[in-house]
């Protein structure tokens, strides 16, 4: 029986643009019994935590791969806050330039905006408009929980109060949001909400497009050791979780299901579910299908997260985006690598 629900809510999961609902396949497997509902996903959001194996190597970092991070402060900024809808503030390094175009930047997974001053220095030379590199809610210098939203779909509306707050500075100027990883997801949910008034073109840099993406590369396996990877997802919780929200109970949305492989002394190695679910859209495809406005993504050839050929095939296949593949550029690196800012400075110019 249990395997049969965890099967169940796997492809649930994995085909979320299917027809058929949860709460039905809950109502046929269950025969409408919310108690035993209630107690199945109770059960599976109590197993054990992901764990990590610790290592012993003491090793010097890539300097490449340590470059990438973007750790050095080049470019000169401002701090700048946004006050959203429930009185908190979004911390942003304002990049100023006197242009009524903006650029929107948003980071990573367990990053901030510190580590995005050279990408949002290269962006203001490439596109001369002014750039302002947010701090999602929990992360960097901007207020919240660590790793946690107060529900679903919260980054969004964060960023839709920003872009209004922009838009009554500059009402005629363009709007354009760019993220790398988990804020390209972010950029693509927020292309789902058709009630806020979208932005003149979207700049992803090796996005996360979605949970189901097929671009999503595990652990990378040797002929010796098998390399433990740098997150890891509690799916019979993820199962148990969203077999409650399917009933309408979203009490337990704060509890965990994305684990990082980062160092206790980092405060910010766990996601919710809900800021998990924030992060990016359910299902790739309906991602993709909802940008309806120019659209250019690039990613690295040697991206360590994603596999371009199948991130390709998937933007190539349900999006008009341009996409371009950096050579020799990392999953970091791609947002630093020169070649990049030469294909935004002239998609920018395109919509000029």
């Known amino acids: ?91 942003a390094y304002r990049f100023p330039n006197n242009s009524e175009n903006t650029v929107i930047l948003i980071h990573g997974v367990a990053s901030s905006a510190y580590l995005y001053n050279r990408t949002a220095g290269l962006l203001q030379e490439a596109t001369e408009a002014e750039v302002y590199a947010i701090d999602l809610r929990g992360h960097g210098q901007s207020e919240g929980n660590s790793g946690d939203v107060d529900y679903i779909n919260q980054y969004v509306d964060d960023l839709a109060d920003i872009i209004q707050a922009i838009r009554k500075e500059k009402p005629d100027g363009k709007i354009i949001i760019s993220g790398h990883s988990m804020g390209g997801g972010v950029a693509l949910r ?46 019979e919780r993820i199962i148990g979780l969203t077999m409650l929200n399917e009933i309408g109970n979203h009490d337990y949305d704060n509890l965990p299901v994305l684990f990082l492989n980062m160092p206790e002394t980092i405060p910010l190695r766990k996601y919710s579910y809900r800021a998990n679910k924030s992060m990016t859209p359910d299902d790739y495809v309906a991602g993709l299908n909802a940008v309806d406005k120019p659209m250019l993504i690039l990613m690295g050839s040697d991206d360590e997260a994603f596999s371009p050929t199948a991130m390709e095939e998937a933007v190539k296949k349900n999006s008009n985006a341009e996409f371009q593949i950096i050579n020799q550029a990392s999953h970091n690196g791609v947002r630093h690598n020169a070649q990049s800012f030469i294909l935004t400075k002239d998609w920018f110019s395109k919509l000029r």
Do not use: C, W
């Open 190 to 235: 927020y292309a789902m909400e058709k009630h806020y008034e979208q932005p003149d073109g979207f700049l992803l840099f090796a996005p996360l497009i979605g949970h189901n993406s097929p671009a999503l590369m595990q652990g990378q396996t040797t002929e010796n050791t098998i390399e433990e990877p740098f997150m890891k997802i509690h799916i």
């Open 1 to 91: 029986m249990k395997n049969l629900i965890i099967f169940i809510f796997l492809i649930f999961l994995q085909f979320g643009s299917t027809s058929v609902s949860a709460q039905s396949m809950l109502d046929l497997y269950f025969g409408g019994n919310k108690e035993s509902l209630i107690h199945e996903a109770i059960r599976l959001i109590n197993l054990p935590e992901p764990t990590f194996e610790p290592t012993n190597q003491q090793t010097s970092p890539d300097p490449t791969l340590l470059a990438d991070m973007g750790f050095e402060q080049v470019y000169q900024s401002e701090p700048h806050y946004f006050t959203v809808r429930d009185n908190k503030q979004i911390f």
